[in-house]
């Protein structure tokens, strides 16, 4: 859990995010909110020779401050169980970086540990932005995660909730899954929410494999121009290419006509040819 570690450690909130000193473009919290649970014990669960568990509710604050929690049973017999969950969200001029996850590792018999986390980071962007999203997510024993970017509200009409940009998940059942990857998104204006969850179970008493579960997940966002059609953060003759390459109305399912629609209206027309012009550079 390195890279979690490494965010909570310095994830703070700024004094120019309080001061409201950031650029016009950079995201900035709204609300947010959520729990940690972490659970151990060693048996017989009839008469537990040690149990312990612990739930701690999250607030705003303690989403950017950057959240841990553990729980750990040991015995003379060798036998032990612990868990721990982790939780943190760094934001700046550049974007914002979500970590989260937590990890178990159960040795002998009649033994047991969880971890769950959910949490949810409502934020608000003044201006259309676009964001590279790069991410990683692994898995491990009985280990899942999943993480979702949505914009709030009926956008669409009455009770027609907005599709989330961003919506993966990671499930591993014994043998260890990592997956990483690269979003480029636009984000209008508005309210936006990020949700994240994840699990584990761990127990010495299942078959081989299960004695060790974990997930983390972390989710880079890098504000880019808006014309930077492939999010490399360079406005250039490639992204010109792109938007000549995909003119016309965009299909719902075609990604990479979808990255050089610009302001994301479903054609791409002269408007998206001039937004890389004025980004040039």
């Known amino acids: ?11 703070t909130l700024s004094s120019c995010l309080a001061a409201g000193a950031l650029a016009d473009t950079a995201p900035f919290p709204i609300a947010g909110g959520g729990d940690t649970y972490v659970f151990t014990a060693i048996g017989p669960w009839s008469n537990e020779h040690c149990h312990h568990s612990n739930s701690v509710d999250l607030e705003l604050a303690d989403l950017l401050q950057g959240a841990t929690d553990e729980a750990s049973c040991l015995l003379d017999d060798a036998r032990f169980a612990d868990a721990s969950a982790e939780v943190g969200f760094l934001l700046d001029e550049d974007g914002f970086t ?3 996850g937590g990890q178990g590792h159960a040795e002998g018999a009649e033994t047991f540990n969880r971890h769950d986390v959910n949490t949810d980071l409502e934020l608000g962007f003044s201006v259309d932005t676009r964001l590279r999203v790069d991410w990683t997510m692994e898995a491990g024993g009985l280990g899942s995660a999943g993480f979702q970017m ?8 009455e009770l027609d909730v907005s599709p989330a940009v961003i919506d993966r998940s990671i499930s591993s059942y014994i043998e260890p899954l990592s997956e990483q990857g690269q979003d480029v998104v636009f984000i209008p204006a508005g309210r936006w929410n990020l949700r994240m969850i994840s699990n584990h179970q761990a127990s010495g008493d299942w078959e081989e494999g299960f004695q060790q579960s974990w997930s983390e997940c972390t989710h880079i966002a890098t504000i880019v121009a808006l014309g930077d059609v492939d999010g490399d953060g360079v406005v250039g003759v490639a992204d010109l290419l792109d ?13 990479d006509a979808r990255l050089a629609d610009l302001d994301d209206n479903d054609t791409i027309d002269v408007d998206d040819l001039l937004r890389v012009i004025s980004d040039w550079g």
């Open 1 to 11: 859990m390195h890279t979690i570690t490494r965010l909570i450690a310095t994830s």
């Open 98 to 100: 979500a970590a989260f």
């Open 150 to 157: 949505r914009r709030l509200g009926d956008i669409g009409g």
């Open 243 to 255: 938007v000549i390459a995909h003119w016309g109305v965009v299909e719902a399912d075609d990604a």
